[in-house]
């Protein structure tokens, strides 16, 4: 596209200017002037993430919403991705917003701010408060116009509190996610009563600090919210998922079970890396599954899987040499020893198994179609040849999707790889001929 040359273009020579020679007032007018440039192009960016939304152009390049491709290809948080999509749709109803984003007089967030402020007063009032609370963006930063929107809402809909109630309901979220750094980032949104719920649990953990506590506020709230999310684990009659009850996954191997030096580091399902002293204190009393990994042996290949069942009488697992087999057990202390569960069980059994999902999430980390974070007790295990059409069940046949992923491959015609080094391929399916 011509535009988005010419726009590389310029700002490569941007990136290459010397601006240390600049008057302190010339370069603070050009700061000011790329900021509304900036600003401009936002809109852009957000228009197009409209018309995406509108067409269903991310579902035609496998992502189950618009926002799990801002995610996964603009690296957005999720509720970054769905913001930048509600308010792209809202533009739309309020032309004024519109049209003073797209000269850059204002910003994304004061646009997010008037759409979603504008989106909550009944429809005749919003109509004359769309000019008031523009003109309010062009003066205000956003900590001032959330306040400005929040009193010209209760002035011009005093009797709106009920309705607005149910709409902060209904718009509330969590985010829950994993970091560069790996941490995890709890982010989100409550209605009222909800975060008085919360806060109110919170609280009765919390209490006076007492006088040896050097933790902060906040360090004490973040300690408090484990502490619930622990008892509800440990005591809660939760749903089982994927077969078993909902427990914390760490991923290690054996040398960071022993604590040897240079062992790679312990990886959660959820929270990313942690250091093997911390593995090691969490394997104190846990339930330990050992998944052995080696090279598949010429006697196991991925086109094996079209071939449906095959004779297994050795004592060793599919796609396992016998005299390696017996090598890495021999490595193993007593404690992790002891029978071996079956990964390939051919075509006797047209259900994945319980270690099976295990191996599954551990090779797979998740849905994998591109883009999608569902939940792993979410997943469903698909033969990437149909066990109906003479696959077998066995981890080699079989990969994990979530349940709208699983429909975009048996109805929607998308096809999935699983090649020799393990990586899976998820491809649109064919376009049609037309004659």
Not at 44 to 71: D, I, K, P, W
Not at 93 to 117: C, K, N, Q, R
Not at 378 to 396: K, M, N, P, S, Y
Request: overall charge negative; proline content about 6%.
């Amino acid at each position: 596209m011509r535009e988005l040359e010419a726009l590389s273009h310029a700002i490569d020579a941007m990136q290459h200017a010397d601006y240390s020679a600049l008057p302190d007032a010339v370069l603070c007018e050009q700061v000011s002037a790329l900021r509304r440039q900036i600003d401009r192009l936002e809109s852009v960016f957000t228009s197009q993430t409209g018309v995406m939304h509108e067409r269903g152009s991310a579902n035609s390049e496998g992502y189950a919403t618009t926002a799990a491709f801002l995610r996964h290809v603009c690296k957005l948080t999720a509720g970054a991705a769905r913001g930048r999509v509600d308010t792209a749709g809202l533009l739309n109803d309020w032309p004024l917003v519109a049209a003073a984003f797209a000269e850059g007089t204002i910003s994304y967030p004061h646009a997010a701010m008037v759409t979603s402020t504008l989106a909550e007063l009944p429809a005749a009032i919003a109509v004359d408060a769309q000019p008031v609370l523009v003109e309010a963006a062009k003066l205000l930063d956003t900590r001032r116009l959330a306040q400005t929107a929040q009193r010209l809402r209760h002035i011009v809909d005093p009797d709106g509190q009920g309705g607005l109630d149910e709409r902060h309901y209904e718009q509330r979220w969590l985010e829950v996610r994993a970091t560069f750094a790996g941490t995890v980032a709890i982010n989100g949104v409550l209605d009222a009563e909800s975060g008085a719920v919360v806060l109110s649990a919170l609280e009765s953990l919390v209490g006076p600090p007492a006088p040896d506590d050097e933790r902060t506020g906040s360090q004490r709230r973040a300690d408090a919210l484990v502490d619930l999310v622990r008892a509800g684990l440990d005591h809660a009659n939760l749903p089982d998922v994927g077969g078993e009850r909902p427990h914390l996954l760490v991923l290690t191997t054996l040398e960071g079970l022993r604590g040897d030096r240079g062992a790679p580091p312990a990886e959660l399902m959820w929270g990313g890396s942690i250091g093997n002293d911390t593995s090691r204190r969490l394997a104190c009393d846990p339930i330990v599954t050992r998944v052995v990994t080696t090279e598949p042996s010429s006697s196991l290949r991925i086109d094996d899987a079209t071939r449906g069942s095959r004779s297994n009488s050795g004592a060793s697992p599919p796609g396992v040499n016998t005299a390696v087999w017996k090598l890495l057990l021999d490595a193993l202390p007593p404690q992790l020893r002891g029978p071996c569960q079956p990964l390939d069980v051919g075509r006797a059994e047209r259900l994945a198994t319980a270690p099976m999902r295990k191996a599954l999430l551990i090779r797979d980390r998740g849905c994998a179609a591109p883009g999608c974070y569902c939940p792993p007790g979410r997943l469903e295990a698909h033969h990437i040849l149909h066990w109906i059409d003479g696959g077998i069940t066995a981890v080699i046949n079989l990969v994990l999707l979530c349940r709208r992923h699983h429909r975009f491959v048996h109805e929607g015609g998308w096809r999935i790889a699983l090649n020799q080094d393990g990586s899976i391929e998820f491809s649109p399916p064919p376009l049609a001929l037309t004659g």
